[in-house]
């Protein structure tokens, strides 16, 4: 090519290297309009289906020991201490909860701290409950339909025959249930 040749083909390219940027005019106060979302779901709730019961058990001599309830859906109850001896009857279970909510959400469960079961024929005379423990244990899903079943087991702390006489003792205890 001649050198004259090239001065077009150079102008050219200048051109359209040229064209190829662009301008904007800037905007000193841009406004952008947004969206936003919420969605306002079930109410956790929960209901006992079965309260914590130790069942029936007594005192053989003047030692103490504790009834161990699990969180199972059938009957796990043992004993320790060579003076407590578990008796048959009075319908021995975890505590039940069935909570509802919101399909697939995850639930959170706190358990409560110690408490007290007290004779309901003198109250001076009480039983101590704790080492809660829970199935599914502390946090779980609520399934496809909203639904989810917890099992609650404690221990009974139970002293000789004397400071725990004959008779029934009962107590309340809470237990939280939240959305995580």
């Known amino acids: 090519m001649k050198p004259k040749h090239w001065i077009p083909l150079l102008l050219t390219l200048a051109f359209l290297g040229s064209s190829r940027v662009q301008s904007f005019a800037l905007d000193p106060d841009p406004e952008v309009t947004s969206t936003a979302f919420a969605e306002l779901i079930d109410v956790l709730s929960a209901t006992e289906a079965a309260p914590l019961n130790f069942g029936r058990f007594f005192i053989d001599g003047e030692g103490g020991g504790s009834i161990v309830i699990a969180p199972t859906s ?15 009857g009075g319908s021995p279970s975890p505590a039940i909860y069935e909570v509802v909510g919101y399909p697939d959400c995850s639930v959170s469960i706190t358990l409560p701290g110690p408490a007290t079961l007290t004779n309901t024929s003198n109250p001076t005379h009480r039983m101590l409950v704790n080492d809660w423990v829970s199935t599914p244990s502390n946090s779980a899903k609520l399934d ?25 003792y009962t107590g309340t205890y809470t237990i939280t249930f939240a959305y995580n």
């Open 144 to 168: 496809m339909n909203g639904k989810l079943t917890f099992y609650v087991g404690a221990r009974l702390h139970v002293e000789s025959l004397s400071q725990n006489p004959v008779g029934i």
């Open 74 to 88: 059938g009957i796990d109850r043992t004993s320790d201490g060579n003076a407590i001896h578990l008796a048959a």
